[in-house]
């Protein structure tokens, strides 16, 4: 019931968005002043005598009268791209402030775009592998590799437990985690910070032993020193 | 034998030594001959000493006025003041390859005086890689790019500086980008090392995000301070104009950017390795493709002041990177598996994932309309410019979604995040972006594009806010005040809330950028004394010029009054300055000031005598914002980046009561640790259960250090713990000794 409630609240509020959007930039569309429009052209534009600055920006002469003609031309009623293109048959593609729409500069725009929708496509499928292959483990999996660890990286190992374990607790104080997930992750790493535990144990236990013999042959002597004297 | 000659000498000496280096470090490291390996780390040192004596001399050349330097004539004149006859140090081609080699033996004698904090196996190799670099510069230095090369005679004043590079802005906005771009070479010699000995464990990836956090943080700085300084010199009402160049230094930003999102998903997941070193190996090529545009003048730029011919030698030396750790990384490869452990998508891992394809994304395509030029130019032979109109199309509506991103990113947790928690979170960012979506149309903003963006950035900002204010709200629960809780959640949790001041700084930025793009307004005008100027509720009353000449300048200045709300705000001043050396090149003096959060942009572009004035003028709206937000990023890295206090707790067992005993016994300690069964192991061995009724008791975030079964400075208590420290005095030293 409470779900339906908010999910009719989702709906009202992009109602009320939607209809504002549509009524004030869709069917009452700017009136665009005669300076806004010139602007507008002349940003297309690339200033022929200066270095990386647009008709627009630049305070050349030549710009000055290209602006001068944008401005008349539009008063007349061309429109936009009437104008720009005006200019493109007098001075050919180089005075276009960016790769047009089409032959070979196509490029320009496509291979930026299917390389990110490629991008977008493998990062999919990795994903979906991975998915795969988490389900397929079981969940306690990262512990078992265990078996091989030396002392230091075991310490690694436990530290990012436990930096693990911290954060599942923070997300969780803040509401990030719900109650079950941060059952689960938590028992998760306990478990495995218990077999980290227990295999930094099992180094131990041998280093007490020698430890212990080490201690017990140094007790040796200082009795026999002892006797000595 | 004259002075300067010092410095040519330096430079030979020091590139002896960094061979030396190269050679010392490898052997050291294959033989395992740790005498040779500690050679080869003084020998480094060596070389930043012998570095910084070639800098000094080329600085006290300036500084004497030394015109039988060619490079000293070229760049300076008896009439600059000393502060910016000193920057000329880097305002030229050879100066600026001795500053990056300058830079790069300070970093590198940073890492040699840390290197103990590195993984020990690493270092030789780290060292090698920073020397051949180095090698690479110095070659450089002492044949093609001398900055010590004398004339056959002295000339009696020098050139001087490029009017454009005699700004304040100039004296550190260029040396910050430099030494950006040399800093990435740290990252990439922890990357190459790794890969020559197959170690890339967690320590090696804490000191590698921990580099690339300065780089990233050099190269933010470098970036604001370039835009600040395009915006208050080159007059033409913008910061970022989509150069060349420009785009240049911000693609290594944009990659180590991603790299310090994804690297911390290698930290707790242990995937992505290989992506990872993708992502420095990339980092450091770009940032030498930067120089290499920079250089040879291929593509042109407003901002290269240093043309020459080693434009080619960076190329090469390009090639060789590239060639280098491409071979290196598909030699590796088979030893990079990934341990794969993937709970859900929507997770912060999944959330990094996507701010890795955008950040590439980004990167890509700006790369791609650099190099397009060329392309275009091989191929089908048109001339061809990718201007800015092309940028913004291609990156508006990533950086829209990457906006987005950062928005819902911090609200997912590690590993998996429940739907209804994540809805519950958004429900506030969303309802602001909402009303801002319905508002701002309403107030008069017409254009669809900053209505969407508007609204995304008032949703991130929301989000993020929220999500701090949760977390303060938590620890507030628990008995501490909000600014100490505030101060706690950011000390405790440097890297996540340290993240989130960067996000907030950034949707700063554009929120600036989103106010400068879509409402500048800009008018020209010709004037007369009297006439006005009105510009989106401003007056701008024309006085008439005025024209002061020293003897090596000569500016010119209009004088304008400003109204504002019908009153008369200030005067202001633009002008125009001429050097004697550089008479067809007026320095722009602009004026901008700054109502709230709009800048009146003032430009002075023709005068005619002393009563006639082109002015040109621009309104941006939100641009401050841009440099705040700079800043606020800068301090979210800094605070990322700052080393965490070890934390030497001492547990008070009822066996032992004193600290103090605590190093006495470390020796003890060291060899005996604690046996199962004492109590803080039997805390760890508790079951889920028991914990989670712990945590109920005592929750603060900041006490999970010392809950029962915490393992982090484990050893530490289990020596205080220790049997053999209760034993009395004599056993313990015996065993010390």
């Given at each position: 019931?409470?779900?339906?409630?908010?999910?009719?609240?989702?709906?009202?509020?992009?109602?009320?968005?939607?209809?504002?959007?549509?009524?004030?930039?869709?069917?009452a569309?700017?009136?665009?002043?005669?300076?806004?429009?010139?602007?507008?052209?002349?940003?297309?534009?690339?200033?022929?005598v200066?270095?990386?600055?647009?008709?627009?920006?630049?305070?050349?002469?030549?710009?000055?009268?290209?602006?001068?003609?944008?401005?008349?031309?539009?008063?007349?009623?061309?429109?936009?791209?009437?104008?720009?293109?005006?200019?493109?048959?007098?001075?050919?593609?180089?005075?276009?402030?960016?790769?047009?729409?089409?032959?070979?500069?196509?490029?320009?725009w496509?291979?930026?775009?299917?390389?990110?929708?490629?991008?977008?496509?493998?990062l999919?499928?990795?994903?979906?592998?991975?998915?795969?292959?988490?389900?397929?483990?079981?969940?306690?999996?990262?512990?078992l590799?265990?078996?091989?660890?030396?002392?230091?990286?075991?310490?690694?190992?436990?530290?990012?437990?436990?930096?693990?374990?911290q954060?599942?607790?923070?997300?969780?104080?803040?509401?990030?985690?719900?109650?079950?997930?941060?059952?689960?992750?938590?028992?998760?790493?306990?478990?495995?910070?218990?077999?980290?535990?227990?295999?930094?144990?099992?180094?131990?236990?041998?280093?007490?032993?020698?430890?212990?013999?080490?201690?017990?042959?140094?007790?040796?002597?200082?009795?026999?020193?002892?006797?000595?004297? | 034998?004259?002075?300067?000659?010092l410095?040519?000498?330096?430079?030979?000496?020091?590139?002896?030594?960094?061979?030396?280096?190269?050679?010392?470090?490898?052997?050291g490291?294959?033989r395992?001959?740790?005498?040779?390996v500690?050679?080869?780390?003084?020998?480094?040192?060596?070389?930043?000493?012998?570095?910084?004596?070639?800098?000094?001399?080329?600085?006290?050349?300036?500084?004497?006025?030394?015109?039988?330097?060619?490079?000293?004539?070229?760049?300076?004149?008896?009439?600059?003041?000393?502060?910016?006859?000193?920057s000329?140090f880097?305002?030229?081609?050879?100066?600026?390859?001795?500053?990056?080699?300058?830079?790069?033996?300070?970093?590198?004698?940073?890492?040699?005086?840390?290197?103990?904090?590195?993984?020990?196996?690493?270092?030789?190799?780290?060292?090698?890689?920073?020397?051949?670099?180095?090698?690479?510069?110095?070659?450089?230095l002492?044949?093609?790019?001398s900055?010590?090369?004398?004339?056959?005679?002295?000339?009696?004043?020098?050139?001087?500086?490029n009017?454009?590079?005699m700004?304040?802005?100039?004296?550190?906005?260029?040396?910050?980008?430099?030494?950006?771009?040399?800093?990435?070479?740290?990252?990439?010699?922890?990357?190459?090392?790794a890969?020559?000995?197959?170690?890339?464990?967690?320590?090696?990836?804490?000191a590698?995000?921990?580099?690339?956090?300065?780089?990233?943080?050099?190269?933010?700085?470098?970036?604001?301070?370039?835009?600040?300084?395009?915006?208050?010199?080159?007059?033409?009402?913008?910061?970022w104009?989509?150069?060349?160049?420009e785009?240049?230094?911000l693609?290594p930003?944009?990659?180590?950017?991603?790299?310090?999102?994804?690297?911390?998903?290698?930290?707790?997941?242990?995937?992505l390795?290989?992506?990872?070193?993708?992502?420095?190996?990339?980092?450091f090529a770009?940032?030498?493709?930067?120089?290499?545009?920079?250089?040879?003048?291929?593509?042109?730029?407003?901002?290269?002041?240093?043309?020459?011919?080693?434009?080619?030698?960076?190329?090469?030396?390009?090639?060789?990177?590239?060639?280098?750790?491409?071979?290196l990384?598909?030699?590796?490869?088979?030893?990079?598996?990934?341990?794969?452990?993937?709970?859900?998508?929507?997770?912060?891992?999944?959330?990094?994932?996507?701010?890795?394809?955008?950040?590439?994304?980004?990167?890509?395509?700006?790369?791609?309309?650099?190099?397009?030029?060329?392309i275009?130019?091989?191929?089908?032979?048109?001339?061809?410019?990718?201007?800015?109109?092309?940028?913004d199309?291609v990156?508006?509506?990533?950086?829209?979604?990457?906006?987005?991103?950062?928005?819902?990113?911090?609200?997912?947790?590690?590993?998996?995040?429940?739907?209804?928690?994540?809805?519950?979170?958004?429900?506030?960012?969303?309802?602001?972006?909402?009303?801002?979506?319905?508002?701002?149309?309403?107030g008069?903003?017409?254009?669809?594009?900053?209505?969407?963006?508007?609204?995304?950035?008032?949703?991130?900002?929301?989000?993020?806010l929220?999500?701090?204010?949760?977390?303060?709200?938590?620890?507030?629960?628990?008995?501490?005040?909000?600014?100490?809780?505030?101060?706690?959640?950011?000390?405790?949790?440097?890297?996540?809330?340290?993240?989130?001041?960067?996000?907030?700084?950034?949707?700063?930025?554009?929120?600036?950028?989103?106010?400068?793009?879509?409402?500048?307004?800009?008018?020209?005008?010709?004037?007369?004394?009297g006439?006005?100027?009105?510009?989106?509720?401003?007056?701008?009353?024309y006085?008439?010029?005025?024209?002061?000449?020293?003897?090596?300048?000569?500016?010119?200045?209009s004088q304008?009054?400003?109204?504002?709300?019908?009153?008369l705000?200030?005067?202001?001043?633009?002008?125009?300055?001429?050097?004697?050396?550089?008479?067809?090149?007026?320095?722009?003096?602009i004026?901008?000031?700054?109502?709230?959060?709009?800048?009146?942009?003032?430009?002075?572009?023709?005068?005619?005598?002393?009563a006639?004035?082109?002015?040109?003028?621009?309104?941006?709206?939100?641009?401050?914002?841009?440099?705040?937000?700079?800043?606020?990023?800068?301090?979210?890295?800094?605070?990322?980046?700052?080393?965490?206090?070890?934390?030497?707790?001492?547990?008070?067992?009822?066996?032992?009561?004193?600290?103090?005993?605590?190093?006495?016994?470390?020796?003890?300690?060291?060899?005996?640790?604690?046996?199962?069964?004492?109590?803080?192991?039997?805390?760890?061995?508790?079951d889920?259960?028991?914990?989670?009724?712990?945590?109920?008791?005592?929750?603060?975030?900041?006490?999970?250090?010392?809950?029962p079964?915490a393992?982090?400075?484990?050893?530490?208590?289990?020596?205080?713990?220790?049997?053999?420290?209760?034993?009395?005095?004599?056993?313990?030293?015996?065993?010390?000794?």
């Amino acid at each position: 019931m409470k779900r339906r409630r908010s999910l009719l609240l989702c709906i009202a509020i992009l109602a009320i968005v939607g209809s504002i959007w549509s009524y004030v930039l869709i069917t009452a569309p700017p009136q665009e002043t005669l300076d806004q429009r010139e602007h507008d052209v002349a940003s297309q534009l690339k200033c022929l005598v200066c270095q990386g600055e647009s008709v627009a920006d630049s305070p050349a002469l030549l710009s000055q009268q290209m602006r001068a003609i944008i401005r008349q031309q539009l008063q007349s009623g061309k429109s936009e791209q009437e104008v720009i293109q005006y200019f493109v048959s007098r001075y050919g593609n180089r005075i276009l402030w960016s790769p047009p729409w089409q032959g070979f500069t196509l490029l320009a725009w496509l291979i930026p775009i299917g390389l990110l929708l490629g991008g977008a496509l493998l990062l999919f499928f990795v994903l979906r592998g991975w998915l795969t292959q988490a389900n397929a483990a079981s969940p306690g999996d990262g512990a078992l590799t265990l078996e091989g660890m030396d002392e230091s990286e075991l310490a690694q190992y436990r530290q990012q437990i436990e930096k693990e374990l911290q954060e599942v607790e923070l997300d969780f104080q803040l509401g990030n985690l719900a109650e079950g997930d941060y059952r689960s992750l938590h028992e998760r790493y306990t478990r495995r910070a218990v077999l980290a535990t227990k295999s930094h144990h099992k180094h131990e236990q041998e280093l007490d032993k020698k430890i212990e013999e080490r201690l017990r042959t140094m007790r040796e002597e200082k009795k026999n020193v002892h006797a000595k004297e | 034998m004259h002075f300067s000659d010092l410095g040519n000498i330096s430079l030979i000496v020091a590139l002896g030594f960094a061979i030396y280096t190269v050679v010392l470090a490898v052997l050291g490291a294959t033989r395992n001959i740790p005498q040779l390996v500690a050679s080869a780390r003084r020998s480094l040192l060596a070389v930043t000493f012998f570095l910084l004596l070639a800098s000094a001399t080329l600085i006290v050349s300036f500084l004497t006025h030394d015109f039988g330097v060619s490079y000293v004539a070229q760049h300076s004149s008896l009439a600059m003041p000393w502060y910016y006859t000193t920057s000329a140090f880097y305002g030229g081609q050879e100066g600026s390859l001795l500053y990056w080699a300058l830079m790069l033996s300070i970093f590198s004698a940073v890492f040699v005086f840390t290197a103990k904090r590195a993984p020990a196996a690493l270092v030789p190799y780290i060292m090698a890689t920073l020397a051949g670099i180095e090698i690479f510069l110095l070659a450089m230095l002492t044949t093609v790019s001398s900055p010590f090369v004398r004339l056959p005679a002295p000339v009696p004043d020098g050139v001087g500086l490029n009017p454009l590079l005699m700004d304040p802005g100039m004296l550190i906005h260029p040396p910050m980008l430099l030494m950006g771009y040399m800093s990435f070479s740290l990252p990439f010699a922890f990357a190459v090392a790794a890969m020559i000995t197959g170690k890339l464990d967690s320590e090696w990836l804490r000191a590698i995000r921990r580099w690339t956090l300065v780089s990233w943080a050099i190269q933010t700085t470098g970036l604001i301070l370039g835009a600040w300084w395009a915006y208050h010199v080159l007059g033409w009402g913008g910061y970022w104009g989509w150069d060349p160049v420009e785009n240049a230094a911000l693609l290594p930003w944009l990659t180590a950017t991603a790299f310090l999102h994804s690297t911390m998903v290698q930290e707790r997941r242990g995937m992505l390795k290989v992506w990872n070193l993708g992502l420095v190996i990339a980092s450091f090529a770009l940032s030498i493709f930067g120089t290499f545009e920079v250089r040879s003048g291929i593509i042109s730029s407003v901002h290269s002041f240093a043309y020459s011919a080693i434009g080619g030698y960076f190329l090469a030396f390009l090639g060789i990177i590239i060639v280098f750790s491409t071979g290196l990384f598909i030699y590796r490869l088979p030893r990079l598996r990934p341990e794969q452990e993937f709970d859900s998508v929507i997770s912060r891992e999944g959330s990094f994932l996507l701010n890795n394809l955008l950040l590439v994304g980004i990167a890509f395509a700006i790369l791609w309309g650099t190099l397009f030029p060329l392309i275009s130019d091989a191929f089908s032979h048109q001339t061809m410019t990718v201007g800015p109109p092309f940028y913004d199309q291609v990156s508006r509506p990533l950086f829209i979604v990457l906006i987005l991103a950062m928005g819902i990113g911090p609200l997912l947790a590690w590993r998996r995040t429940s739907t209804r928690a994540l809805r519950r979170n958004l429900a506030i960012p969303a309802l602001a972006a909402a009303v801002c979506a319905a508002v701002l149309p309403v107030g008069g903003i017409r254009d669809i594009w900053a209505n969407i963006a508007f609204a995304v950035c008032s949703f991130t900002i929301c989000a993020i806010l929220y999500e701090i204010w949760r977390g303060v709200r938590v620890r507030h629960l628990h008995g501490e005040p909000y600014p100490l809780a505030l101060y706690m959640l950011f000390e405790r949790y440097r890297q996540r809330y340290g993240g989130y001041l960067v996000h907030l700084g950034l949707v700063m930025l554009a929120l600036g950028v989103i106010g400068s793009h879509f409402f500048q307004v800009q008018q020209d005008a010709v004037l007369k004394p009297g006439q006005e100027i009105n510009i989106a509720g401003y007056k701008l009353v024309y006085f008439g010029n005025i024209d002061r000449k020293y003897p090596d300048t000569e500016i010119i200045t209009s004088q304008l009054q400003v109204w504002h709300d019908g009153k008369l705000q200030q005067y202001i001043y633009p002008g125009r300055q001429f050097y004697a050396n550089f008479g067809n090149q007026p320095a722009s003096i602009i004026s901008i000031t700054t109502y709230g959060l709009t800048d009146l942009y003032v430009f002075l572009a023709e005068w005619t005598g002393p009563a006639e004035a082109t002015i040109r003028v621009f309104v941006n709206p939100l641009v401050p914002l841009v440099w705040l937000g700079g800043l606020v990023m800068v301090l979210g890295g800094i605070i990322c980046w700052w080393p965490e206090r070890r934390r030497r707790r001492v547990v008070f067992s009822e066996a032992v009561g004193e600290p103090e005993a605590e190093p006495a016994m470390a020796g003890a300690a060291r060899n005996g640790k604690g046996p199962p069964g004492s109590s803080i192991t039997q805390g760890v061995l508790h079951d889920g259960k028991d914990e989670h009724e712990g945590r109920r008791k005592r929750p603060i975030p900041s006490q999970l250090h010392s809950r029962p079964y915490a393992l982090k400075d484990e050893e530490e208590e289990m020596e205080v713990a220790s049997p053999y420290a209760l034993k009395g005095d004599d056993e313990e030293t015996e065993v010390a000794r």
